[in-house]
């Protein structure tokens, strides 16, 4: 098992477009893309992949996912270890996922890139 890198940056946020102009129009960012009809933004930071994605979901916490080659088998790995998730693993647009909480309750979570085409440009 292996973090590969940060995969996102979630922040809770009460008014979505009130955040969206601090972030592009005060800090400078650009949004990287945009699905306010469910309630996400999220921001791109220079070139990086990981963006920071605010939400106005009712649960949002702040929270930092890292992307794995699989989910499915670093849940299992993870488990074994101890760590008491969430969720099982579910379906995101680019994979699956899941969360788990730190000591202090900060929460983490997993990734994969699982429904992305692989060796194509």
């Known amino acids: 098992m292996t973090f590969q ?11 979505l477009d009130e955040a969206k102009a601090f972030y592009r129009d005060k800090l400078g960012l650009s949004i990287k893309f945009d ?5 996400m933004t999220a921001f791109k930071v220079g070139e990086n992949e990981p963006a920071i994605i605010l939400s106005t979901q009712k649960t949002a ?8 080659d699989d989910v499915k088998q670093t849940y299992e790995e993870l488990k074994a270890r101890g760590i008491e998730f969430l969720s099982e693993p579910f379906e995101i647009m680019t994979g699956q996922a899941v969360e788990f909480l730190d000591p202090s309750g900060n929460k983490l979570g997993i990734t994969d890139y699982s429904k992305m085409v692989k060796g194509k440009d």
């Open 5 to 15: 890198d940060y995969d996102n940056f979630f922040l809770p946020a009460e008014d």
């Open 35 to 39: 699905f306010a009809d469910k309630g």
């Open 61 to 68: 916490k702040p929270a930092i996912w890292f992307k794995v």
